[in-house]
């Protein structure tokens, strides 16, 4: 089958795949729903019971979309990252935006604690925690574009976006050392990554933030398919290398540091996926790499997340220890296979 019709053929599996995906998970849950109920939910008919529908529409719908935006944001900022710096082991926190998020919120948890009563419980809300990981994610981003304007090595910009990381984990392990055993354990509970409790407002605005950094990394696609074959080339070929790099910046900042102000740090995915997706794509274009790997990230989230919250149970599982039980060992057993890195 020639690489075009093979790679539509791909493209046309994913997508039913994705569809699939997101109804069986939308159908499971500690409360049992017939799949019909789910389907006529969620198309607007309205399920036969008012609860059905208030579970379906207000907790497990709001769930799966952010499900699909964590997983295929964090998929094309890996892939973003992993062109930039031409490093398979890139990731889209490497920069420090995580260590960054981590650092908001433990400060106002630290705050919190100290503050107590009224006051304390306001700053513990679900949208101080947001607007916390966000300014923290903010302010290490701004720190690298600092560093970005001022060096041309982009190696350079890694290895101090890695030393960002490193300072603020260690801000971290001290704020954490000083905090009492109750708020310690909320930090560590954000710290597992949660897709639920969503509204729809939040919903909307993640929606915002991944669409806006889809759309830069879309932008930069022609650039990053020059950058594949080195900086002399893509100079050559008339590319901006330090506008360039300070957009596919913006645009991993945005998407990573979006996704981790609302569900927290999810590991692995944004790592992982580029990889999964290139043993099945085998092309270097970036217009072609850009939408498989939202399409595999996606299903990726939606299948950890339907694992991780028990069907029919009520206990759920951390979703950053789901997302590397489940894709670590796809990745070595694709690596094995293949024998090679595509990269």
Not at 210 to 217: I, R
């Amino acid at each position: 089958m020639p690489g075009r019709q093979k790679h539509t053929f791909y493209f046309w599996l994913l997508g039913t795949a994705l569809l699939i995906a997101l109804f069986f998970n939308v159908s499971m849950g500690s409360v049992h729903i017939p799949f019909k109920e789910v389907i006529g939910a969620i198309f607007g008919g309205g399920a036969n019971k008012e609860t059905w529908n208030y579970i379906i529409t207000e907790y497990r719908l709001p769930k799966a979309i952010t499900a699909i935006l964590t997983g295929s944001g964090l998929a094309v900022s890996g892939l973003l990252m992993q062109t930039l710096f031409r490093n398979p082991l890139a990731g889209p926190f490497v920069l420090g935006l995580s260590s960054g998020a981590s650092l908001g919120v433990a400060v106002l948890i630290l705050g919190a604690g100290a503050f107590g009563g009224l006051l304390g419980g306001i700053l513990m809300s679900q949208w101080s925690l947001v607007v916390a990981s966000a300014i923290g994610s903010f302010l290490v981003l701004l720190a690298v574009l600092a560093v970005t304007f001022r060096i041309k090595d982009t190696m350079a910009i890694l290895i101090i976006g890695l030393m960002f990381g490193s300072v603020t984990a260690a801000v971290v392990a001290v704020l954490s050392y000083f905090t009492n055993a109750e708020r310690l354990q909320q930090f560590i509970f954000w710290s597992f990554g949660s897709l639920g409790n969503q509204s729809w407002s939040g919903v909307l605005i993640l929606t915002i933030c991944c669409v806006t950094g889809l759309l830069l990394a879309f932008g930069s696609g022609k650039s990053l398919n020059a950058l594949l074959l080195g900086e002399n080339y893509a100079k050559s070929m008339g590319v901006h290398i330090k506008k360039t790099t300070v957009f596919i910046i913006l645009a991993t900042s945005i998407l990573a540091g979006g996704i981790t102000a609302f569900v927290g740090p999810i590991a692995f995915v944004g790592l992982a996926v580029p990889h999964i997706t290139r043993q099945f794509f085998t092309s270097s274009n970036h217009f072609t790499l850009l939408p498989a790997v939202m399409l595999v990230g996606g299903i990726l989230m939606l299948l950890c997340d339907t694992v991780a919250q028990l069907p029919y149970s009520e206990y759920t599982l951390p979703i950053n220890a789901i997302t590397s039980l489940l894709g670590a060992p796809v990745v070595i057993w694709l690596l094995v296979r293949k024998r090679k890195l595509l990269f």
